[in-house]
């Protein structure tokens, strides 16, 4: 485990407020940093030793690659939030455009019914799947925010969000779309 991280992390977010009902900031930072510790125990954060770099090429060459790589059976698409596909892996460009568009609808669905699904019943996802007899994923539409900008991730099969592929995907879209001109406006 690298404690450096951990200390890294906690230091760069010590000056975010904290909203913790009966816990001062110093119990808040503590309970973090164990937080923190936690999850690179269980592995849900990885630690590099050397900073990690921007990967090569541009998006366009890169996301029908990356793309596959988020799926057990290759195939996902990547649309925005009005329904309109970017890239996509293993889907046929009539299924690419028809699950873009239900991937729009499902956003705007999701968006008029955030009162019921994030406030009186607490979801803490906007995520929608075409679940099998057992209840497992077939299809899961995977809302992605890069600042103010929506995208939606379609992914067939079993998601594979644990690869560097989607860490890649991430990063190419934040250089892409991301200004930073979202925090400026809201401290203003």
Request: aromatic share 10%; hydrophobic share 40%; glycine share 8%.
């Amino acid at each position: 485990m690298n404690n450096e991280l951990v200390n890294g992390l906690s230091a760069q977010y010590a000056d975010m407020p904290v909203d913790l009902p009966g816990e001062t900031q110093a119990d808040s930072q503590a309970d973090a940093q164990q937080a923190l510790t936690h999850m690179i125990r269980l592995k849900w954060l990885q630690s590099f030793e050397e900073p990690a770099h921007a990967p090569d090429g541009t998006i366009e060459e890169r996301l029908p690659e990356l793309l596959q790589q988020l799926s057990s059976d290759g195939r996902a698409l990547l649309a925005d939030d009005q329904g309109f596909y970017l890239a996509c892996a293993g889907f046929t460009h009539e299924a690419a455009e028809e699950l873009s568009a239900l991937s729009g609808d499902l956003a705007s669905l999701s968006a008029r019914h955030e009162g019921i699904l994030h406030g009186n019943l607490k979801m803490n996802s906007s995520a929608f799947a075409v679940v099998d007899a057992g209840g497992y994923s077939q299809l899961g539409f995977w809302p992605l925010f890069i600042g103010e900008t929506a995208f939606v991730l379609v992914v067939s099969g079993v998601p594979r969000f644990d690869q560097a592929a989607f860490v890649d995907l991430v990063w190419y879209l934040h250089k892409r779309y991301y200004s930073g001109e979202d925090e400026k406006t809201d401290a203003a």
